[in-house]
């Protein structure tokens, strides 16, 4: 499996999605993109900094204009305007300027912040992303959606601006606790029900070596979601049309992950989505019983929930109202017409949202 790939905008190449197994490359990585000429802001948060920060700083120090460190508290609930502002100062006082470059080092959570800032500071600087969670690898860092959370809605506030650069040390993902590790694997399983099917078989004969972090398997296993990811994004950059595929399980998820108070993971909340999409997907004759129970075993499999207690189902019904998906009224709902082939369904009514959700709240 290829440990590069190579995302286009309009037939042109616009940046490179590097696989490593160490930050060895990411110095000439760097310079490809001109990065020797620029001040560095590193952007990473409490969790992931003490681990990485010091040793992204030293390789970069002594290549770069000047290597600066902003560090964020860690958590969903610091993925505001706030921090973003706290983000600014740093960069003013630091003299940034539009040459200048921003390296997002941390999960989803500071990628879609650090995307955020740099496409808004002086009207846009160039960054990169250095995601290092599986759910980053997989999902956020690539394609360009960044944004930050107002109010308790979930990427409310965002712009769509292109990384220069993905790279990942797959390494990275060994230090990280199995829950966290694991919940990457809800959007994993997400791009084999949408468009892989061979993918989708693939990850369910290789549960061990996924969950024993096999530097093969999970090599193999990023590869191929970013391969999805970036031919739908390819596609449909701004997500017009197909790239609301890529929002399967998540309309009833980011519902459940906002009434929960963010106390499950975002790709535990998209598992319990799937199993709820693939109920309704069901209900209207795509999928067989056989084949949501399947991805109900997988998904256990994985140590991902299925089902989640304490919700009142019309309270998670009304906070899907301000999804951002929501277009004129209607919600872009994402069904399963069979494993391998997402829809993007506008029809899909409350009603059977509501039957949806009855598979999965306890």
């Not at 190579?6 to 990065?35: C, R, W």
């Not at 460190?69 to 539009?98: M, N, W």
């Not at 019309?314 to 899907?320: F, G, K, P, S, Y």
């Amino acid at each position: 499996m290829e440990n590069r790939i190579t995302v286009h905008q309009n037939g042109t190449a616009i940046y490179d999605i590097v696989m490593e197994h160490s930050f060895e490359q990411l110095v000439p990585e760097l310079k490809k993109i001109g990065a020797d000429q620029k001040r560095i802001c590193i952007v990473t948060d409490t969790t992931i900094g003490p681990l990485y920060a010091d040793q992204v700083k030293n390789l970069l120090e002594t290549q770069v204009r000047k290597v600066v460190v902003f560090t964020s508290p860690a958590g969903e609930q610091y993925k505001t305007l706030d921090t973003v502002t706290d983000l600014y100062t740093v960069l003013i006082e630091e003299k940034f300027d539009r040459n200048d470059m921003l390296l997002a080092l941390g999960g989803g959570v500071i990628g879609d912040l650090t995307g955020f800032a740099a496409a808004t500071y002086l009207r846009g600087i160039e960054f990169v992303q250095i995601p290092t969670t599986l759910l980053a690898q997989v999902d956020s860092s690539v394609g360009g959606k960044t944004g930050v959370d107002f109010d308790r809605y979930k990427n409310m506030v965002g712009a769509f601006c292109m990384p220069k650069l993905v790279y990942m040390n797959l390494a990275t993902l060994d230090t990280l606790d199995p829950r966290v590790y694991l919940s990457g694997m809800g959007e994993v399983i997400k791009y084999g029900l949408i468009r892989r099917p061979e993918f989708y078989q693939w990850i369910g004969q290789h549960v061990q070596a996924i969950k024993n972090r096999d530097p093969e398997a999970v090599l193999h296993m990023v590869s191929v979601s970013c391969d999805t990811k970036r031919i739908v994004v390819e596609e449909d950059p701004l997500e017009r049309s197909v790239r609301a595929l890529l929002n399967l399980g998540h309309t009833l998820g980011h519902a459940i992950e906002k009434k929960k108070d963010f106390s499950l993971y975002h790709g535990e909340c998209v598992a319990i989505g799937m199993v709820a999409a693939a109920q309704m997907s069901y209900k209207r004759g795509y999928l067989t019983a056989e084949q949501v129970e399947e991805l109900k075993e997988l998904l256990q499999l994985f140590e991902l929930p299925i089902d989640v207690d304490g919700l009142n189902p019309q309270e998670v019904l009304d906070a899907t109202k301000n999804d951002k998906k929501m277009i004129a009224g209607q919600i872009k709902f994402i069904l399963l017409k069979a494993i391998g082939e997402g829809i993007v369904d506008r029809t899909v009514t409350e009603e059977e949202m509501a039957e949806g959700l009855s598979a999965v709240l306890k």
